[in-house]
């Protein structure tokens, strides 16, 4: 019974049709966007899962657990991009979701949820862009052990989907307004920490302190994690910051 239980239980989250109203992104054309799409499918990780060419890879191959693969995204034989239209992309990448509506396993929308409509829109083109790849790949299965340890382990997020919440309005760009704003790091031109200098740069990713005493919330700049890095790689990206062309504060 046990054995049904999980089965019914967990093809219920896998068959799940998310009803999303998917908001198009405009997919630009011009070979800038694309090679700025091209670096952001690089650093987000895409790349290292569906493969330098975009051709899909084996995700997960337990002889245990089941596989999971990374789809072929490209054109050629096997490959999404065959049927995906504009708002297929968006669904997939913003919302971890098939064309269907199912939610796809382990495809790390939850992330990509905050990507800007510029950004995302970026990597469609740049997705739209590859030349097409024949790679037929199976598809991907979950085996009842697999489905018992998407039952019992919460810590391992088997369904992204289920952890976006799929109607709320969308984020703004980068960050909640009601953050603070970031300083300026490049220090020359208006020197807005002039207080700043190596020791005092390792002691606020240490301790979150600056000079001045005031405590730095990890909420919004994560020295909780970064005092782990060594002295050396403090002391590298001091001298990276010292390097930085001064440039006046703002977006650009
Ligand atoms: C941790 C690995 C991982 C990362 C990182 C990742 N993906 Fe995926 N992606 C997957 C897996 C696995 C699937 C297929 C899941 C399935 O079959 O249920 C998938 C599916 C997709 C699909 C849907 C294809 C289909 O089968 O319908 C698209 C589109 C996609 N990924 C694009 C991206 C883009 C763009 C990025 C980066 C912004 C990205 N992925 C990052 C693992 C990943």
């Keep these: 019974m046990a054995v049904i239980g999980t089965y019914s239980s ?18 630009p054309t011009d070979t800038v966007s694309r090679a700025e799409g091209e670096r952001i499918f690089g ?10 060419q975009l051709q899909g890879s084996v995700y997960l191959s337990d002889a245990a657990l089941g596989q999971v693969i990374a789809t072929n995204l490209t054109v050629g034989s096997g490959g999404v991009g065959r049927q995906y239209d504009d708002e297929d992309w968006v669904r997939a990448i913003r919302y971890g ?9 382990f495809m790390p929308a939850t992330e990509f949820y905050y990507l800007s409509d510029e950004d995302l829109g970026r990597v469609i ?17 979950l085996s009842l052990t697999g489905r018992a340890v998407m039952t019992l382990i919460d ?3 088997f369904v992204p989907a289920e952890l976006i919440s799929h109607h709320a309005p969308r984020p703004i760009a980068a960050f909640p307004a009601d953050y603070p704003s970031p300083p300026n790091l490049t220090t020359r031109l208006e020197r807005p920490l002039p207080y700043w200098d190596e020791a005092g740069f390792i002691q606020i ?7 001045h005493g005031r405590q730095i919330d990890p909420q919004y700049m994560p020295w ?8 050396e790689e403090l002391k590298s990206i001091w001298d990276y910051l010292q390097a930085l062309p001064a440039v006046p504060y703002g977006n650009h």
Excluded: W
Aim: hydrophobic share 40%; glycine share 6%.
């Design 10 to 27: 967990t093809q219920a989250r896998l068959q799940k049709i998310y009803p999303v109203v998917v908001e198009p992104v405009s997919v």
């Design 155 to 157: 810590a391992i997020t």
């Design 97 to 105: 979701l098939r064309p269907d509506g199912t939610p796809l396993l």
């Design 43 to 52: 650093f987000r990780g895409c790349l290292a899962c569906h493969g330098k």
């Design 224 to 231: 909780t994690s970064y005092q782990y890095a060594t002295d």
């Design 205 to 211: 990713m240490r301790s979150g302190i600056t000079r």
């Design 125 to 141: 083109a740049f997705i739209k862009s590859v030349p097409a790849v024949d790679n037929q790949l199976p598809a991907s299965t």
